[in-house]
């Protein structure tokens, strides 16, 4: 184990899940939601390698899902669409 500083002051958390019965967030469109997430870094040059926007697996709020969390802020949003990315990011840049 080595211990190491994080280069990401924030993050967020995108549920692409999948269940087994093949319900969750995927199905709701996470992976484009995520897509859509990480173009705004890539066009906000002067937050690469500072923020990023990863996938993650199941948060225990399947029903309720798109689940994304924003980090450290420690924020969750339920129920988003890929549609609700402008959104999403404006609330990022604000916490
Ligand atoms: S599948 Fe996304 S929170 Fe469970």
């Known amino acids: 184990m080595r211990k190491a500083g994080h280069p990401y002051k924030k993050q967020l958390f995108v549920c692409c899940n ?3 019965d093949g319900t969750g967030c995927a ?3 996470g992976e484009e939601l995520r897509e859509r997430l990480k173009a705004k870094v890539q066009a906000n040059p002067e937050l ?3 923020a990023r926007v990863n996938k993650c ?3 225990d709020f399947c029903h ?3 689940a994304v969390q924003i980090q450290p802020a420690d924020k969750l949003i ?4 890929p549609d609700d990315a402008e959104a999403i ?4 840049l604000e916490s």
């Open 27 to 29: 199905m709701r469109g």
């Open 18 to 20: 999948t269940k087994k």
């Open 48 to 50: 690469i390698g500072k």
């Open 78 to 81: 339920l129920d988003a669409r």
């Open 57 to 59: 697996g199941c948060m």
């Open 89 to 92: 990011w404006e609330e990022f």
């Open 64 to 66: 309720d899902g798109i």
